[in-house]
């Protein structure tokens, strides 16, 4: 274990979360607001402010900017209240990626950001499949309260039915849309008036009543003093008392209301989320002899695992940065570090930490911190690293595809070019590249079909390759594999035509009908059809 108090006090200061959202909820602009206050920048872009060529911070690609949406991962790190905070923005367009799903396993807590007109949507729902799978404690921020929304409890009510969570409301909104005046901290008792700003303007709400009883809340709200004494009563009598160990349980969500456009309400979901989110956690990894242990975070010994590759963020340099968690130990630059699956150990010198598009040296890394590593096409996502120890950490999953296209070149003397952009990015796992065993096809696989907009955009803006999309009847993919060789050659030989690796080379059946699917299972029970296949 560290035995250095300072290396411990570093690590309980860390704050690792991932904000999370359906389309338009107002997660980027909530992210903006974050690092608004948390002084990381001293004004918010908005998605909107064209004539200013300002855009959201986190938002660095051509086709985010132009479209006012975000297609990849950023990764920003601030500091507030004495704490350290690495804070990932997820994609929030209709069709995200396998990056959303898979930043999740690199978290230590979620931000799940809900818009009070829409209450939980389906994309919501299926984020918060992966978090329980992993048991990730969320905090729900409710958002938009300046316009007319669904009713309070029954926002809660939704929650609570359709994500599995049970809701224990931290503030309470007095109003909704054009009547809306506040909200009330439920544990300081205090109601917090709305008085909207924008931008990097910071106005703290006025603080004219506490508690309940406090006799200026009748002439300041009118009818809504009762409404908010009645609302409290209600959840004092029926509500879900907090519990600390649920919420890192991830069986109960804190709830929050406010208007991220108007920077209202943040400021007190960004102080309680430090003190109730938690430290960086235990992660499991594999040992030599094939044992699964909990890495500790304080153990003395650096080790870390990439999550995410990015390419061409600086295209003036090519790169292709690698996006690593730091799980144990403490990182200094320039330390010798081995590449696990590579074998291979170096002096790593130039690693950074993120705001955004923007970098800087990293001198000192600790458990929960986010850095990154030029990987000019070494590292791939699920590689460990360790000082010395074999180490490899699980959970880095690839999902079957749920779309599919083949890639037509417009100009075939582009081959190389185009083999090399593909390969590039389906290496940062956005989507799946898959090489068919009985042609040249190149056909890459999807969980949103936006992504194949984002490929084509990018193979013409960062590899000058001007290519196209054929269907092709593909319905699902599985990957497989037998354990029984002659029944598996068995197998390949009556599927070859539907057969396929992946980047990693991995067998994959293309399936092109369910019936299909199902079919073969029944046929070849020794055969595994599996719809996610671990990484590294």
Not at 107 to 124: C, H, M, N, Y
Not at 192 to 200: A, D, I, K, L
Not at 361 to 372: F, H, K, Q, S
Not at 519 to 527: I, W
Request: proline fraction near 4%; hydrophobic fraction near 40%; charge should be negative.
């Amino acid at each position: 274990m560290l035995s250095e108090s300072r290396d411990k006090r570093e690590i309980e200061r860390r704050r690792t979360f991932a904000i999370i959202s359906h389309p338009d909820a107002g997660k980027t602009t909530l992210t903006e607001k974050l690092l608004l206050f948390g002084g990381a920048i001293q004004l918010a872009g908005t998605v909107k402010a064209r004539k200013s060529a300002r855009y959201a911070a986190s938002d660095w690609m051509v086709m985010e900017k132009e479209r006012g949406i975000s297609v990849t991962t950023s990764v920003m790190s601030f500091s507030y209240g004495g704490f350290e905070i690495n804070l990932l923005d997820t994609p929030g367009h209709q069709d995200f990626s396998e990056d959303t799903y898979r930043v999740l396993t690199a978290v230590d807590s979620a931000l799940l950001v809900i818009d009070a007109a829409k209450g939980v949507e389906s994309r919501t729902q299926k984020l918060m499949d992966v978090c329980r799978m992993r048991g990730t404690p969320v905090i729900t921020f409710i958002n938009k309260l300046d316009r007319e929304g669904l009713p309070p409890l029954e926002l809660t009510s939704d929650i609570e039915n359709r994500l599995g969570m049970e809701c224990v409301p931290l503030t309470w909104p007095v109003g909704m849309g054009s009547t809306f005046k506040g909200a009330y901290d439920i544990r300081k008792g205090e109601l917090r008036f709305f008085s909207p700003t924008h931008g990097g303007k910071i106005r703290e709400p006025q603080v004219l009543i506490s508690g309940l009883d406090d006799e200026k809340l009748d002439s300041l709200l009118g009818n809504q003093a009762e409404d908010l004494r009645a609302d409290m009563e209600l959840l004092r009598e029926a509500g879900t008392p907090f519990s600390r160990e649920r919420y890192l349980a991830g069986e109960l969500t804190p709830v929050f209301f406010g208007s991220a456009v108007n920077n209202f309400g943040v400021r007190e979901l960004l102080d309680s989320f430090i003190l109730l989110a938690p430290a960086p956690l235990p992660r499991p990894a594999l040992t030599e002899s094939g044992e699964l242990r909990m890495v500790s975070p304080e153990e003395e010994e650096f080790s870390g695992v990439v999550f995410k590759i990015q390419a061409n963020m600086d295209k003036a340099h090519r790169d292709r940065m690698a996006f690593m968690r730091v799980c144990s130990g403490r990182f200094t630059r320039g330390m010798r570090i081995r590449h696990l699956r590579t074998g291979r150990a170096g002096a790593v010198s130039n690693a950074v930490l993120f705001m955004a598009r923007e970098r800087a040296g990293v001198e000192n890394a600790y458990p929960g911190d986010i850095i990154g590593m030029a990987g000019h096409g070494a590292i791939k996502i699920g590689d460990t690293f360790t000082e010395k120890s074999y180490l490899k950490y699980t959970g880095i999953p690839n999902f079957a595809p749920e779309h599919f296209r083949r890639v037509r070149l417009r100009n075939p003397l582009k081959t190389k070019q185009l083999q090399k952009g593909l390969e590039q990015l389906a290496e940062e796992g956005a989507v799946q590249l898959f090489r068919p065993l009985a042609n040249n096809d190149y056909i890459l696989g999807a969980v949103g079909v936006l992504q194949f907009e984002v490929i084509i955009s990018r193979l013409a803006e960062e590899y000058a390759v001007d290519a196209a999309y054929e269907e092709t009847g593909i319905e699902t993919a599985r990957w497989v594999v037998s354990e029984d060789k002659g029944v598996f050659e068995e197998f390949k030989s009556r599927y070859r035509q539907d057969l396929a690796v992946d980047a990693e080379g991995a067998l994959a059946y293309l399936v092109p009908g369910l019936w299909k699917l199902e079919a073969a299972e029944e046929r070849y029970p020794s055969v595994e059809f599996r719809v996610t296949r671990e990484i590294g």
